[in-house]
T-cell receptor
Framework: DTGVSQDPRHKITKRGQNVTFRCDPI?????LYWYRQTLGQGPEFLTY????????KSRLLSDRFSAERPKGSFSTLEIQRTEQGDSAMYLC??????????FGPGTRLTVL | RKEVEQDPGPFNVPEGATVAFNCTYS??????FFWYRQDCRKEPKLLMS???SGNEDGRFTAQLNRASQYISLLIRDSKLSDSATYLC???????????FGKGTSLLVTP
């Protein structure tokens, strides 16, 4: 499968725990994006990488959220001290340029 | 006011019907426009880009009216498999962040 992959697909955690999600973009895509989608809403942009550089992070929801893409390939999104309001689908997308974004299957987070 | 607004529906139509979805956007400087399709509990998938001249892909036609800041999607001869949520999407001035509408839910019935 040459599409965007995300791991895990589902994560259940207790409030206050830290969680980390991984995204593997399509191999030749240098742009990588993270979005969050809550029930009944469209995806909401969080952050953007071009190669290993994080070019936009002001839309991350709070300082508990951080993302990395250390070698310009896969990326991780970490949420520290999770809250119930963090429960959502976290979507990763990639693109080769300023072009169509291809989404992965998402990680569904449930915070108890 | 949200940057991209859509009627959430649901639209319930019989097979073979023609259905149209509309969307408005607030940023007149927006440059790129898309319709994505999202099946229940799945990721959004690109249905089609929307160009100023309008474009058609089989049973699907998308149109853009920049003056009115309005985007439309027309589906002809609806199939059961068209049942999904259709997301209107606008690329922001940034050139990388997509703004999504809430989506319009379509149910095609036998």
């Amino acid at each position: 499968d040459t599409g965007v992959s995300q791991d895990p697909r589902h994560k259940i955690t207790k409030r206050g725990q830290n969680v980390t999600f991984r995204c593997d973009p399509i191999s030749e895509h240098n742009r990588l994006y993270w979005y969050r989608q809550t029930l009944g809403q469209g995806p909401e942009f969080l952050t953007y990488f071009q190669n290993e550089a994080q070019l936009e992070k002001s839309r991350l929801l709070s300082d508990r959220f951080s993302a990395e893409r250390p070698k310009g390939s896969f990326s991780t999104l970490e949420i520290q001290r999770t809250e119930q309001g963090d429960s959502a689908m976290y979507l990763c997308a990639s693109s080769p340029s300023r072009d169509t974004q291809y989404f992965g299957p998402g990680t569904r987070l449930t915070v108890l | 006011r949200k940057e991209v607004e859509q009627d959430p529906g649901p639209f319930n139509v019989p097979e073979g019907a023609t259905v149209a979805f509309n969307c408005t956007y607030s940023n007149s400087a927006s440059q790129s426009f898309f319709w994505y399709r999202q099946d229940c509990r799945k990721e959004p998938k690109l249905l089609m880009s929307v160009y100023s001249s309008g474009n058609e892909d089989g049973r699907f036609t998308a149109q853009l009216n920049r003056a009115s800041q309005y985007i439309s999607l027309l589906i002809r001869d609806s199939k059961l498999s068209d049942s999904a949520t259709y997301l209107c999407v606008v690329m922001t001035n940034s050139g990388y962040a997509l703004n999504f509408g809430k989506g319009t839910s379509l149910l095609v019935t036998p």
